[in-house]
């Protein structure tokens, strides 16, 4: 056969439903969209445990040395590959009176700009101080608002959150001032992620020397209640939806075997009549690509849809491709298979057995 005849002979197939395309393609369809959702599910579930952690504070290290820590070294680190924000922290044993609260004074911090970075401060550019969420949400004042005081009146120019999820207590309830040209400060905290063992080292370089009386500096985790670390790889490489491309793979193929062997009849009458066995091999793959193809292409354009908006464009195709390139391979494999099956010496007895 030539190629156009072979051409005609499979547009004729699909058209006429011979191949069962439709069917064949609602299937095989349908396990992909499953097997993708079920993966594309197990890998929003680890974004969402990841972006918890860093928001929790988890991904935020913290070196505490009272009068230690050189607040433009600890600003630096926010220049290192992976760290989101780093900045210093003093905590004088200050305090801030509210007219309308005298009762609870505001114990007073003094940061550099990158330590409201690191505490996802909602902050303008009028300048003032920065309250805590619980803080300003006692003293009925917002950002931009005016905070009567003892000492007079001063502007409110942010707020950050601070919720009690399992970080270090104590600063819930902070009012927090430009550190202006304070150079020493007394922590240093700084979010990096992915989390790097390394950073302990770079914390303990934004340290002053210290004389033999000092407290030996303490690092810890800001908030340690959600564990030590993230292994966000584990998590990816043992999620049990992994196998979605194998299961994918195996069904293809068998369901390219029984599309075969659906049409046994027809195809051991077409060997009867002289048809050569590559010529009918090139008509069934192409037949089995009508059907394979659109499935895949639904399966690539939803991972894209689900993953592509976040940014992970790359992630999407990889997990489409892991389901879509395993399916389409059975499938074609299968046809193969099952026409190997098929034997010009059985046309009568498939005819019986139909």
């Not at 790889?233 to 299961?247: C, E, L, N, P, W």
């Not at 068998?254 to 009918?280: F, P």
Request: aromatic share 6%.
């Amino acid at each position: 056969m030539t190629l156009p005849a072979i051409l005609r002979e499979v547009w004729r197939n699909v058209l006429s439903g011979t191949t069962r395309s439709v069917l064949l393609t609602s299937v095989l369809g349908a396990v992909c969209l499953v097997l993708l959702g079920a993966d594309l599910l197990a890998v929003r579930s680890i974004e969402s445990a990841a972006a918890a952690f860093r928001e929790a504070g988890g991904s935020t290290m913290t070196i505490v040395a009272s009068g230690r820590v050189d607040g433009a070294r600890c600003e630096a680190l926010g220049q290192v590959s992976g760290v989101r924000a780093a900045g210093a922290l003093a905590l004088p044993q200050e305090k801030l009176t509210a007219s309308s609260l005298p009762g609870a004074p505001l114990p007073v911090g003094y940061a550099t700009d990158g330590f409201l970075s690191v505490v996802h401060a909602d902050v303008d550019r009028g300048g003032g101080v920065v309250l805590s969420e619980d803080a300003a949400r006692t003293l009925g004042r917002l950002r931009g608002g005016v905070l009567e005081t003892t000492g007079g009146p001063t502007r409110v120019a942010g707020v950050f959150p601070y919720p009690v999820d399992g970080r270090r207590s104590g600063l819930g309830y902070l009012a927090v001032l430009p550190g202006g040209d304070r150079a020493v400060f007394d922590e240093c905290w700084v979010d990096v992620w992915p989390q790097d063992e390394r950073l302990q080292t770079l914390l303990f370089s934004t340290l002053l020397p210290a004389d033999e009386s000092t407290d030996d500096p303490a690092v810890g985790q800001l908030n340690a209640s959600l564990g030590a670390r993230f292994d966000g790889h584990a998590r990816f490489a043992d999620r049990i939806t992994r196998f979605g491309g194998v299961v994918a793979g195996v069904f293809a193929l068998l369901l390219g075997i029984a599309a075969v062997r659906a049409r046994r009849v027809e195809l051991a009458a077409a060997l009867h009549d002289r048809v050569r066995r590559s010529d009918l091999c090139s008509v069934s793959l192409l037949e089995a690509t009508a059907w394979v193809l659109p499935p895949l292409v639904v399966c690539m354009a939803t991972a894209m849809l689900v993953l592509g908006p976040s940014g992970d464009l790359l992630l999407a195709v990889v997990l489409g491709a892991r389901v879509a390139i395993p399916a389409g391979l059975g499938a074609l494999l299968g046809t193969v298979i099952g026409l190997s099956m098929t034997r010009e010496r059985h046309l009568f007895l498939y005819a019986k057995d139909r």
